[in-house]
């Protein structure tokens, strides 16, 4: 009896010290996997602070001459993109809602009526349909070519300063090439210089010339997505235009009769 009695607390106290072993490296192995998430955290926030610091240091290699024509080019870029942005942004209009509107309009209060709806209303749908409406006494004929006339003054101030964009994006990368082969240049001319074909010598001017390059095609390749997205605003407007001045039309037609 007292051998059964010793082996039951020799079972519970060796039950005991597996499971505080356990404990104990459960324990360790969940401070190993905080460490290391903390670890890992710390590199990638020093990862991220070096980029940066990285960028800041390879535009200064890169030389102020080139690289700060180069930093204009992408300023003057992203703020007339910026602003064409916001400008078809608020050019754009309901032209469905718009067009009822006026077809209730002339219904029942007539022609100043809708002219009073398309002052009240922006953008160049509405703008449009004024200049129709403000020429439909002297026949539709003459306040359809009013809606043409005056529509391409509208497609005119949606592609304002525009074409400026297309030259920053021509122009970013023709610097940074430029400024590659005069690179090239300075490197030769070391070599000319020392007599002897030396890394040294022109490691740091072919790491220029190719700084130079690189961001003038990151500058293009930023504006030509902001160019891109104002075309492609500035042609479905122009769509949206086209076809509710052919229904403007219509409802002019139907309203003289």
Known sequence: MRKLLVAFVASILMTGFSVSANTITLAAADNTVASTIIQDDDQDSGESASFTQELKTRFIEGGPG??????????????????????????????????????????????DAAKDLCRDTKGPVASIFYQGLDRVDEGVESAEKAIVAYGGVQMGQLEKNVSWISLFIALAPMLGFM?????????????????????????????????????????????????????????????????????????LVAHKK
């Open 66 to 111: 080139f690289m700060g024509i180069v930093l204009i080019c992408l300023i003057l870029g992203l703020a007339i993109a910026i602003e064409r942005i916001i400008f078809l942004n608020l050019a754009t209009t309901n032209t469905k809602k718009l067009t009822e509107g006026v077809e209730e309009a002339l219904a029942n209060g007539g022609v």
């Open 179 to 251: 400024g590659t082969v005069i690179g090239m240049i300075q490197a030769f001319d070391k070599i000319e210089a020392a007599g002897d074909m030396q890394p040294s010598l022109v490691a740091g001017g072919i790491k220029v010339a190719l700084l130079t390059t690189v961001f003038g095609l990151v500058v293009a390749i930023i504006l030509q997505i902001f160019y891109n997205y104002i075309v492609a605003k500035i042609d479905s407007i122009v769509n949206d235009m086209e076809d509710a001045s052919i229904t403007l039309v219509d409802i």
